[in-house]
């Protein structure tokens, strides 16, 4: 195509839930012949990390459904509510809610953040990690995988002062 | 419909979006212009995805059938 059309996504959150969108899409639009660049920044440099270690916390958040991966048909579209009071308090409860969503996103063929990642790298996009947040979190380059790039706002800016889609994640 | 003769056969059947498309992708990267890639999805996302696809990339989707919650697309490399 003529003219190549750009994506600019800031990645700022790394719960497991959160860190899906900027990989499916950036991968996606690299698929699509697109540039795709991601900025990671905040709570979203985690996902650099050789080991993605991503959760996700039903607590104060209603709109999570909690669906079992097991059973039949009927029983695994049941949508559990967890009341704050013991998903707030609960030891381990993170990490079980991490787990049955894992098992899930598995059983319906959707892939890992880390096979996504892996594909973005594959295809071409850029990822950008932010240094002023790096150095606030205490993160070294050797915790992240090879082929990132570093830099700041104005670096993803210049890149995106062009982009055709521009997103926050 | 005649069965269209293909160079490459990919199956995604059980793979979720965004990976049929990816995988589509990466097999048409490695055929010549003018060949043909047979894909297999069981994603009822991937039919509007694949069109969207091909519209964007400008490979052709020469074909699409279904059969039994089993989709068949046909592409052609631009």
Redesign the interface.
């Given at each position: 195509?003529a003219d190549t059309k750009k994506l600019a996504i800031i990645a700022s959150q790394g719960t497991l839930d959160w860190g899906y969108p900027p990989f499916?899409l950036a991968?996606?639009a690299?698929?699509?012949?697109?540039e795709a660049v991601i900025f990671f920044t905040f709570y979203g440099l985690p996902l650099l990390k050789k080991e993605i270690d991503a959760k996700v916390s039903p607590h104060c958040n209603p709109a999570m459904p909690m669906k079992m991966p097991f059973g039949s048909k009927d029983f695994q579209s049941i949508n559990w509510p967890i009341p704050n009071a013991i998903s707030g308090n609960v030891p381990g409860f993170d990490n079980m809610a991490t787990m049955l969503m894992k098992e899930t996103f598995k059983k319906?063929?959707?892939?890992t953040i880390e096979q996504?990642r892996g594909?973005c790298q594959e295809?071409g996009v850029r990822f950008i990690a932010c240094q002023m947040t790096m150095e606030v979190f205490g993160f070294e380059k050797e915790e992240f995988i090879d082929g990132v790039e570093y830099g700041g706002a104005a670096t993803f800016l210049e890149y995106a002062a062009d982009a055709d889609i521009s997103l926050f994640i | 419909m005649s069965e269209i003769t293909s160079n490459l056969e990919l199956n995604c059947e059980g793979l979720n979006c965004p990976l049929p498309i990816l995988k589509t992708k990466k097999a048409i990267d490695s055929l010549n212009s003018g060949e043909v890639l047979k894909m297999i999805a069981t994603d009822p996302g991937s039919v509007n995805d694949m069109a969207s696809w091909a519209n964007r990339t400008g490979h052709e989707l020469v074909s699409h059938t279904e059969s039994a919650g089993v989709h068949t697309f046909f592409i052609r490399k631009k």
């Open positions: 195509m499916i991968s996606t690299a698929a699509m012949d697109m319906k063929g959707v892939a996504l594909m295809f | -």
